[in-house]
């Protein structure tokens, strides 16, 4: 059997912030600001494969109000849910991401960004695609106030 599911999510970017998108330390002026490490991407990717299992989103499974949590790597929340993907018997069959940012460029770190969530996942490579767009200035991204990224995956059952 497969499932499908869809993730969403958004930070705002400020000063004094490290900027980590799909677990990639990318130089800039600002960070995403949030409880863990504010990884807009991968808490997307998360989202959608708690949604393709139909178990609710990253907040109710790490809740922000929780110290545990606070400054975590994402990377990390990723294995804990590839670990309840696994205990519900599924692997990722493909995902396919974007994420919305004016600033700053993001294809020179896109492949590292695919290495590290094909890795935590388990996947081939080649099942993980991330892209990224510029809203032509447009809207709340396109001023440069925050990032937010978008996420399908299709898991496959191994049962
Ligand atoms: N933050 C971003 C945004 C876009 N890109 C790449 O640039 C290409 C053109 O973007 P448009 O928004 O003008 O369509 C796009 O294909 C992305 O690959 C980027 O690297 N970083
Ligand atoms: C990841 C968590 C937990 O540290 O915190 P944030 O980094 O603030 O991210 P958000 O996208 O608001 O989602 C869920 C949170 O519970």
């Known amino acids: 059997m ?3 599911g869809i993730g969403y999510d958004v930070h705002k970017l400020v000063v004094g912030r490290a900027l980590i998108i799909g677990g990639v330390n990318i130089p800039y002026e600002k960070g ?18 708690l949604g393709a299992l139909a178990l609710g989103d990253i907040g109710e499974h790490f809740p922000d109000n929780d110290d545990q949590y606070k400054d975590i790597s994402s990377l990390i929340l990723l294995e804990r849910v590839y670990n309840i993907m696994k205990e519900a018997k599924y692997r990722v069959g493909n995902i396919d991401a974007t994420i919305i940012a004016q600033k700053p460029k993001m294809s020179p770190y896109i492949g ?13 490579l080649s099942s993980i695609n991330i892209k990224a767009t510029t809203t032509e200035r447009l809207g709340f991204e396109g001023r440069g106030e925050g990032i937010s990224a978008q996420s399908i995956c299709l898991l496959i059952s191994d049962s």
């Open 2 to 4: 497969m499932r499908i």
């Open 112 to 124: 590292n960004m695919r290495e590290n969530i094909a890795r935590v996942l388990k996947a081939p």
């Open 32 to 49: 995403l600001l949030g409880h863990s490490d504010a990884d807009v991407l991968v808490h997307a990717i998360m989202d959608s494969i």
